[in-house]
Nanobody, 123 residues
Protein backbone atom coordinates (compact mmCIF):
# COMPACT_ATOMS: atom_id res chain seq x y z
CA UNK A 1 0.00 0.00 0.00
CA UNK A 2 1.37 3.37 -1.05
CA UNK A 3 1.29 5.82 1.82
CA UNK A 4 2.64 9.23 2.84
CA UNK A 5 2.56 10.55 6.39
CA UNK A 6 3.35 14.17 7.20
CA UNK A 7 4.52 15.49 10.54
CA UNK A 8 6.23 18.51 12.02
CA UNK A 9 3.53 21.14 11.79
CA UNK A 10 2.53 23.32 14.70
CA UNK A 11 2.34 26.82 16.07
CA UNK A 12 5.30 29.14 15.50
CA UNK A 13 5.86 32.86 15.91
CA UNK A 14 6.45 35.10 12.90
CA UNK A 15 10.05 34.82 11.82
CA UNK A 16 10.33 31.31 13.20
CA UNK A 17 11.11 28.01 11.53
CA UNK A 18 9.59 24.58 11.14
CA UNK A 19 10.73 21.40 9.47
CA UNK A 20 8.04 19.24 7.96
CA UNK A 21 8.59 15.56 7.30
CA UNK A 22 6.95 13.30 4.75
CA UNK A 23 7.56 9.62 5.40
CA UNK A 24 6.82 7.25 2.54
CA UNK A 25 5.91 3.59 2.64
CA UNK A 26 5.14 1.15 -0.13
CA UNK A 27 7.55 2.90 -2.48
CA UNK A 28 10.87 4.74 -2.30
CA UNK A 29 11.19 8.51 -2.50
CA UNK A 30 13.89 8.27 -5.17
CA UNK A 31 11.49 6.61 -7.61
CA UNK A 32 8.81 9.29 -7.40
CA UNK A 33 8.68 13.03 -7.58
CA UNK A 34 7.59 14.30 -4.18
CA UNK A 35 5.83 17.63 -3.94
CA UNK A 36 4.80 19.79 -1.03
CA UNK A 37 1.51 21.65 -1.32
CA UNK A 38 -0.47 23.85 1.00
CA UNK A 39 -4.05 24.93 1.33
CA UNK A 40 -5.26 27.89 3.34
CA UNK A 41 -8.94 28.29 4.32
CA UNK A 42 -11.01 29.40 1.36
CA UNK A 43 -8.13 29.06 -1.06
CA UNK A 44 -7.09 26.51 -3.63
CA UNK A 45 -4.33 24.04 -2.96
CA UNK A 46 -1.05 25.40 -4.27
CA UNK A 47 2.35 23.95 -4.94
CA UNK A 48 5.18 24.94 -2.62
CA UNK A 49 8.15 22.83 -3.65
CA UNK A 50 9.08 19.60 -5.37
CA UNK A 51 12.03 17.24 -5.55
CA UNK A 52 12.48 15.08 -8.61
CA UNK A 53 13.01 11.35 -8.53
CA UNK A 54 16.04 10.84 -10.77
CA UNK A 55 18.57 13.47 -9.80
CA UNK A 56 16.96 15.06 -6.77
CA UNK A 57 16.71 18.42 -8.45
CA UNK A 58 14.44 20.86 -6.67
CA UNK A 59 12.11 23.68 -7.51
CA UNK A 60 10.14 26.20 -5.50
CA UNK A 61 7.15 28.43 -5.85
CA UNK A 62 7.85 32.13 -5.58
CA UNK A 63 6.31 32.15 -2.10
CA UNK A 64 9.01 29.85 -0.78
CA UNK A 65 12.08 30.82 -2.77
CA UNK A 66 14.87 31.80 -0.43
CA UNK A 67 12.97 30.68 2.67
CA UNK A 68 12.09 27.02 2.09
CA UNK A 69 14.38 24.08 1.38
CA UNK A 70 13.24 20.65 0.24
CA UNK A 71 15.48 17.63 0.75
CA UNK A 72 15.28 13.88 1.06
CA UNK A 73 16.87 11.15 3.12
CA UNK A 74 16.70 7.90 1.18
CA UNK A 75 17.87 5.92 4.19
CA UNK A 76 14.78 7.06 6.06
CA UNK A 77 12.63 7.18 2.91
CA UNK A 78 11.55 10.64 3.95
CA UNK A 79 11.31 14.04 2.31
CA UNK A 80 11.66 17.21 4.35
CA UNK A 81 10.57 20.81 3.94
CA UNK A 82 12.60 23.25 6.00
CA UNK A 83 10.69 26.50 6.35
CA UNK A 84 12.37 29.64 7.66
CA UNK A 85 11.26 33.25 8.17
CA UNK A 86 7.65 32.18 8.45
CA UNK A 87 4.89 34.77 8.22
CA UNK A 88 1.13 34.60 8.84
CA UNK A 89 0.74 34.25 5.06
CA UNK A 90 2.23 30.77 5.43
CA UNK A 91 -0.72 29.61 7.58
CA UNK A 92 -2.13 26.52 5.89
CA UNK A 93 -2.43 22.77 5.94
CA UNK A 94 0.66 21.37 4.28
CA UNK A 95 0.47 18.17 2.27
CA UNK A 96 3.05 16.03 0.55
CA UNK A 97 2.21 14.07 -2.55
CA UNK A 98 3.89 11.66 -4.94
CA UNK A 99 3.77 10.97 -8.63
CA UNK A 100 5.76 8.57 -10.74
CA UNK A 101 6.71 11.16 -13.34
CA UNK A 102 8.46 14.51 -13.15
CA UNK A 103 7.68 17.41 -10.82
CA UNK A 104 4.69 19.56 -11.59
CA UNK A 105 2.84 22.21 -9.66
CA UNK A 106 -0.57 20.81 -10.56
CA UNK A 107 -2.07 18.98 -7.57
CA UNK A 108 -4.45 16.92 -9.71
CA UNK A 109 -1.51 15.13 -11.32
CA UNK A 110 -0.34 13.60 -8.04
CA UNK A 111 -1.75 10.21 -7.17
CA UNK A 112 -0.68 9.61 -3.58
CA UNK A 113 -1.37 12.13 -0.81
CA UNK A 114 -0.70 12.39 2.87
CA UNK A 115 -3.27 13.51 5.42
CA UNK A 116 -1.72 16.95 5.92
CA UNK A 117 -0.15 18.81 8.81
CA UNK A 118 -1.30 22.19 10.10
CA UNK A 119 1.12 25.12 10.17
CA UNK A 120 0.04 28.17 12.15
CA UNK A 121 2.17 31.30 12.29
CA UNK A 122 0.98 33.67 14.96
CA UNK A 123 2.27 35.82 17.77
Amino acid sequence: QLQLVESGGGLVQPGGSLRLSCAASGFTVDTNAIGWFRQAPGKEREGVSCISSRDGSTNYAASGTGRFTISRDMGKNTVYLQMNSLTPEDNAIYYCAARSAWCTGSPRLYKVWGQGTQVTVSS
